[in-house]
């Protein structure tokens, strides 16, 4: 029981992370049509630069503001990547994906350069750094904090996409860009505004993967990447809610599999994303192929 | 201007070099003599070109280019995007060692398995990953692309050797291709490679399910509405390419006497990309010129960083320096932004202007 516990909130923990780094990926997809290879990066920017913050101020306040200085960072970078380097090859799809990818191997070689290759210690304020007794196993406290942003995230994500003028024209876009070009409205703005919502999202996704493992290194964007990229697959492009319940599903598939043999857990996903993708005839954005 | 720069050849040799077949057998007879000349280039070689260093530079070079060629199949003709081409080299790199060293199969054996392997995981992912199009088959691969890098880096240690690799168990070696004195004849395998597979694709794009391809690739749903299915030529361009693949996967064991596991990783399929947009995407010429170009950047490249040059720069300039793959992405991006076509892009364009078409 205990383990099973453990494993519930280490899974859901991971989850979490995912959701932070697929739900802007998913969003970028589906409103864009650019798979952002930089996605990753932007997640190491975030945990580099929050753990310089950390670094310099300890205790509770060191942690809020690595987080709010990891989201800056993340919008900040995601917001130039979109002005410089998205927006120019507007209308060539296949180089926008190509550029991305070539700051994706960019960017964490720069920041390796900068912080170097081996990985930095994290240390925690002692109230996160303890554990929590949840019907007798010990979970690490960081686990709930994860957990926490993401809901929270989740939640906000819903409002804005479902209450707002902003949302509605997301939503629309993800749906029928053209129309909704052809209907007076800029989507070109929408575009920028949810790159650097995204990236804010990979920014303090970085820093909590940060806290998570206690410690940064640059090659974590990428790590992560794979895995926000078969969420976003089995969620369908643009789908909020269908990006949590993937993420959900890839974490606690990853963490029992791993419990069943080390190394299983990845090779799980693999095979749960080649089920789906067998079992459903439809595309990316959901609809019939 | 341009006409007085590059002043057009004799109209009877121009011919020659605008016959394609012919134009390879040029350039391909010229790779095959070069272990024979001892000319050495001062600056861009360390030593004569028949030294062993440098035919081994060389001879990796060629096996990139050849990688290139046959990741081009999928990308530049067929406009399909994997990430996941690294696994076959894996496939044909890994099985190979395992079932020689553990299986004490005979080399030729266990390569002929390895592309057999190779063939039926080619056509059992294909078939799964080609039911999402575009940038979602993209995704899958790059997902399965890491199930087997995981698998080989901490899946079976004693099978894999892990994060070291594996050498490969020299007896089973054929002396003719053991030993530095034998280098020579590790390149001539590397030039054959890449012959082979320029020849499977110049051939197979040449013929009526690569212009189907080449269809796909233009207008997808052009090819379904005229009744035919992309599906199945898509398939045909993953099996070919990924057999490929793993043939330079047992290439390249030959050259570095041993497995290792970069191969498996995302950035060397990465890699692949680069080299091909590097070149130019669905050219004749343009993953080969982009493979010889990155396999030759990326090895000197490493050796530049740890130069006294770079060392006595400042250091906000020379931390990014010493990042050889800070370099390529930099360099990957400008030539998005300003050569879409690649270096064979950039050619056939000045060519032209004399006359001689792009080939």
């Given at each position: 029981m205990t383990t099973l516990v453990l494993l519930t909130a280490t899974g859901l923990g991971l989850a979490a992370l995912y959701f932070l780094v697929a739900?802007?990926?998913?969003?970028?997809?589906?409103?864009?049509d650019v798979l952002n290879f930089a996605h990753g990066a932007f997640v190491s920017i975030g945990g580099y630069v929050g753990w310089t913050v950390a670094d310099h101020l300890s205790g509770t306040f060191g942690l809020v503001g690595s987080l709010l200085a990891g989201i800056a960072a993340g919008a900040a970078v995601a917001a130039a990547t979109e002005l410089a380097v998205i927006r120019p090859l507007y209308g060539r799809p296949l180089d926008q994906v190509l550029a991305t990818v070539g700051l994706g191997l960019a960017i964490p070689a720069l920041l390796q350069a900068i912080w170097g290759a081996d990985s930095r210690t994290w240390l925690l304020p002692g109230w996160l750094a303890g554990t929590v007794n949840v019907a007798g196993a010990h979970v690490?406290?960081?686990?709930?904090?994860?957990?926490?942003?993401?809901v929270a995230l989740l939640i906000a994500l819903r409002l804005l996409l479902g209450r707002t003028r902003a949302g509605l024209i997301v939503r629309a876009g993800v749906e029928d860009r053209e129309m909704v070009t052809a209907l007076g409205i800029d989507v070109r703005r929408a575009n920028s505004a949810v790159f650097a919502l995204g990236g804010a999202a990979a920014g303090l996704a970085g820093v909590l993967y940060g806290l998570y493992q206690g410690s940064v290194s640059p090659g974590d964007g990428t790590s992560l990447l794979v895995f926000a990229f078969v969420v976003v697959v089995l969620g369908g492009a643009g789908s909020i809610t269908g990006t949590a319940v993937a993420a959900i599903a890839v974490g606690l598939v990853q963490q029992y599999a791993d419990y069943a043999s080390a190394s299983l857990g990845d090779e799980s996903?693999?095979?749960?994303?080649?089920?789906?993708?067998?079992?459903?005839?439809?595309?990316?954005?959901?609809?019939?192929? | 201007m341009t006409r007085a720069r590059f002043s057009a050849p004799p109209v009877r040799y121009r011919r020659i070099w605008r016959n394609n077949w012919l134009r390879a057998l040029i350039v391909f007879a010229v790779l095959y003599f070069l272990p024979y000349s001892t000319i050495s280039i001062p600056g861009v070689f360390d030593g004569p070109l028949d030294a062993p260093g440098v035919l081994q530079l060389l001879a990796v070079c060629l096996v990139f280019a050849g990688l290139a060629v046959s990741y081009d199949l999928l990308f530049g003709h067929t406009g399909v995007m994997s990430f996941g081409h690294g696994m076959f080299v894996t496939a044909g790199m890994y099985v190979t060692t395992i079932l020689v060293n553990h299986a004490g199969y005979a080399l030729f054996t266990s390569a002929a398995l390895a592309l057999a392997v190779t063939l039926i995981a080619s056509l059992l992912l294909g078939a799964v990953a080609l039911r999402v199009g575009g940038i979602g088959f993209a995704m899958v691969t790059l997902a399965f692309?890491?199930?087997?890098s995981i698998l080989v880096i901490s899946g079976s240690p004693q099978l894999t050797g892990g994060e070291q690799g594996q050498t490969l168990n020299s007896s089973a070696v054929p002396a003719a291709l053991d030993g530095v004195r034998n280098t020579a004849n590790l390149y001539w395998i590397a030039l054959a490679y890449l012959v082979l597979c320029a020849a499977a694709v110049w051939g197979l794009t040449a013929s009526t399910p690569g212009r189907v391809m080449r269809a796909i690739h233009e207008n997808e749903r052009r090819v379904e509405v005229l009744g035919l299915?992309?599906?199945?030529?898509?398939?045909?361009?993953?099996?070919?390419?990924?057999?490929l693949a793993a043939g330079g996967g047992i290439v390249y064991l030959l050259l570095l006497g041993g497995a290792t596991p970069t191969v498996s990783t995302s950035n060397f399929t990465l890699s692949l990309l680069v080299m091909v947009v590097l070149g130019g995407a669905g050219r004749r010429w343009g993953a080969i010129v982009g493979g010889l170009v990155y396999g030759y950047a990326s090895q000197s490249l490493t050796r530049v960083s740890g130069s006294s040059a770079i060392a006595g720069l400042p250091g906000i300039l020379r931390g990014p320096l010493e990042q050889p793959l800070f370099l390529l992405g930099a360099a990957f991006v400008l030539i998005v932004f300003f050569a879409p076509g690649g270096l064979a892009g950039r050619l056939a364009a000045k060519t032209t202007t004399t006359g001689i078409k792009e080939g």
């Open positions: 739900s802007g990926l998913s969003l970028i997809f589906g409103l864009m690490p406290t960081v686990r709930f904090l994860l957990i926490g942003i993401a996903v693999v095979i749960l994303l080649a089920a789906v993708l067998l079992l459903r005839r439809r595309n990316l954005q959901g609809r019939p192929a | 692309g890491q199930a087997v299915n992309p599906y199945l030529f898509k398939l045909l361009a993953f099996i070919v390419s990924g057999l």
